[in-house]
């Protein structure tokens, strides 16, 4: 959020750990891993901040080639659902209700682009000159 000065650590520190949701157990997020960095920078299009977003939005932005069959549409489908649920598991991300649609949540916003920020070349360049 603007105008606030929370240590990046402590942003992260919040989904870098497992969750028991109604009696399912999710993984922590890897926030600065290449694999969640990617998830992280396809659900924060700026298409996506006034409409949301679908499954389909988001693997149109993680695989390059569209499918080849029914069957690897529905395997990716599902490969992404898992990844939204994850998400949503960690209040990244809320479903509206009543329809096939997400939006990213204000802590989704803090978390996803502090992450995403750390893997930024230009981050990179300025721990490596401060160190």
Known sequence: MVGRATPSHQVL??????????GQAYRALRPVSPGDAALFEAVLQGEHALDGFRNGD???RL??????DAQEQKRRSA????QLRLLR?????????????YRTTPKGYEVMSTA???RSPKVALLQRNAA
């Open 58 to 60: 988001v693997q149109k």
């Open 89 to 101: 598991s960690h209040g990244l991300i809320r479903k509206v209700s009543g329809r096939r649609l």
């Open 13 to 22: 520190d919040r989904v870098s750990e497992r969750v028991n949701q109604e």
């Open 116 to 118: 995403l920020a750390f």
């Open 79 to 82: 490969y992404i659902s898992r």
């Open 63 to 68: 695989f390059s080639q569209p499918a080849v």
